[in-house]
């Protein structure tokens, strides 16, 4: 096989179509952007092993892997005509641009909503793929390598589940959000490993859940909805693994470590709430500006609950570990999101609820396990 790899000096802008649905059939060309990165790894010796949360995770992150091949029903269909979202969800269905629209491009919209929300899981999932595979190299101790190690193949089979599920249902991608892209970049060129750690497990790790969980309440789609359902299964684990590791570690740094690891998760928990505001599609369907887009989307009640879903899953995980200090916490005041931090976090989330069988009857249709 002659393969061609096209190296781009940035993401594509336009929708990229997939293989086996209208374009580029029979092409074999890979379109590849290149990062560096100063990595700096450690061997680990003594490898040693501690009964602890972390090993324990990690013993439930091998047991409770599933197969997107085997173990989702990939033969759920889903009506052409129908919506993917409900209209009571869509921010701009009070609009006049949307309500001038044919009910067949008001049907177009919502497609290609689902087309941008599935396309960000995807890319997310590759970014937390490369993440947690540099994680192998550069975490400290064996048992977060061991963990990490557990976690990339998690992100692997995350990346392989919503490709497969985008082929099946549309067909095409949209590009990265240019903001979940800058913390990527960030969090892959940076070479202190504990700021890909913190970037990773709790703030993307952070936004995953919130994000799944959100999908699983509101899409029609029972196949994706299953999908989302172990999906998010993993991302608990993970996040789970960062808050257990990170509160023994955090006490180490100096104080002025730890400040700059506090502004790093500040200036990360800014740029994921710009990752949830999709303005590509309502630009292209209702004829307004990004602006207006933008300022609908942030009154927008659903939106609202959202935003409040993702901080309730990243705040309180933050304070757990050491990194909501006085010295910071104006700043996160100042975004608004401070008054999460008495949640609960996730670093006592009882071993027993990540336990539980991967399969039941409400994932399921099938009541055995395939
Ligand atoms: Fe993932
Ligand atoms: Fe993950």
Same mark, same amino acid.
């Given at each position: 096989?002659?393969?061609e790899l096209?190296?781009i000096?940035?993401p594509? @802008?336009d929708l990229l179509?997939?293989?086996?649905?209208?374009l580029?059939?029979n092409?074999?060309k890979?379109?590849i952007?290149s990062f560096?990165?100063?990595?700096?790894g450690?061997?680990?010796?003594?490898?040693?092993?501690t009964?602890?949360?972390?090993k324990? #995770? !990690?013993e439930?992150?091998?047991r409770?892997?599933?197969?997107a091949?085997?173990d989702v029903?990939?033969s759920?269909?889903f009506?052409e005509d129908?919506? !993917?979202?409900?209209? /009571?969800?869509?921010?701009?269905?009070?609009?006049?641009?949307?309500?001038q629209? @044919?009910d067949s491009k &008001?049907l177009? %919209?919502?497609?290609? @909503?689902?087309?941008w929300?599935?396309?960000?899981?995807?890319h997310?999932e590759q970014?937390?793929?490369?993440?947690?595979?540099?994680? =192998?190299?550069?975490?400290?101790?064996?048992?977060?390598?061991?963990?990490?190690?557990?976690?990339?193949?998690?992100?692997?089979?995350?990346?392989?589940?919503?490709?497969k599920?985008?082929?099946?249902?549309?067909?095409?991608m949209?590009?990265?959000?240019?903001?979940? &892209?800058?913390?990527?970049d960030k %969090?892959?060129?940076?070479s202190?490993?504990d700021?890909?750690f913190i970037? %990773?497990?709790?703030?993307?790790?952070?936004?995953?859940?919130a994000?799944?969980?959100?999908?699983?309440q509101? @899409?029609? /789609?029972?196949?994706?909805?299953?999908i989302?359902?172990?999906t998010?299964?993993?991302?608990a684990?993970?996040?789970?693994?960062? =808050?257990?590791f990170?509160e023994?570690?955090?006490p180490?740094?100096s104080e002025e470590e730890?400040?700059?690891?506090a502004e790093?998760a500040?200036?990360?928990c800014?740029? %994921?709430?710009?990752?949830?505001i999709?303005?590509a599609?309502?630009?292209k369907?209702?004829?307004?500006t990004?602006d207006k887009?933008?300022?609908?989307?942030?009154?927008d009640h659903?939106?609202g /609950?959202?935003? &409040?879903?993702l901080?309730?899953n990243?705040?309180p995980n #933050? $304070?757990r570990?050491?990194l909501?200090?006085?010295?910071?916490?104006p $700043?996160?005041?100042?975004?608004?999101i401070?008054?999460y931090e008495?949640l609960? /976090?996730?670093?006592?989330?009882s071993?027993e609820?990540?336990?539980?069988?991967?399969?039941d &009857?409400?994932?399921? $249709?099938n009541?055995e396990p395939r």
């Amino acid at each position: 096989m002659n393969i061609e790899l096209i190296k781009i000096p940035e993401p594509p @802008t336009d929708l990229l179509y997939l293989d086996n649905r209208r374009l580029r059939k029979n092409d074999e060309k890979y379109l590849i952007e290149s990062f560096e990165t100063p990595l700096i790894g450690y061997y680990n010796w003594d490898y040693r092993d501690t009964e602890n949360r972390i090993k324990k #995770l !990690y013993e439930l992150g091998k047991r409770l892997n599933w197969n997107a091949m085997l173990d989702v029903d990939w033969s759920i269909e889903f009506p052409e005509d129908q919506r !993917y979202t409900n209209i /009571d969800l869509n921010p701009f269905s009070e609009l006049p641009e949307y309500k001038q629209l @044919t009910d067949s491009k &008001k049907l177009e %919209m919502d497609h290609e @909503t689902l087309a941008w929300n599935a396309s960000q899981f995807l890319h997310g999932e590759q970014g937390a793929l490369l993440v947690s595979s540099q994680l =192998v190299s550069c975490a400290p101790t064996h048992q977060a390598k061991l963990y990490a190690s557990s976690q990339a193949f998690d992100e692997g089979r995350h990346v392989e589940v919503f490709h497969k599920y985008i082929n099946k249902r549309v067909g095409y991608m949209y590009p990265i959000n240019p903001y979940l &892209k800058i913390l990527l970049d960030k %969090m892959l060129s940076d070479s202190r490993w504990d700021l890909k750690f913190i970037g %990773m497990q709790l703030i993307v790790e952070g936004l995953a859940l919130a994000a799944f969980e959100s999908m699983i309440q509101s @899409t029609n /789609d029972p196949l994706l909805r299953e999908i989302c359902k172990l999906t998010k299964r993993d991302e608990a684990r993970h996040v789970t693994f960062g =808050v257990n590791f990170l509160e023994e570690y955090i006490p180490l740094l100096s104080e002025e470590e730890v400040e700059e690891r506090a502004e790093f998760a500040l200036e990360a928990c800014k740029v %994921m709430r710009e990752r949830l505001i999709n303005t590509a599609v309502p630009v292209k369907f209702l004829g307004i500006t990004e602006d207006k887009a933008r300022e609908i989307l942030l009154d927008d009640h659903v939106i609202g /609950d959202f935003r &409040k879903l993702l901080f309730s899953n990243i705040v309180p995980n #933050l $304070k757990r570990v050491g990194l909501l200090t006085e010295k910071i916490r104006p $700043k996160f005041n100042e975004l608004g999101i401070l008054e999460y931090e008495d949640l609960p /976090d996730s670093g006592l989330v009882s071993l027993e609820e990540l336990n539980k069988p991967l399969f039941d &009857k409400t994932l399921n $249709k099938n009541e055995e396990p395939r």
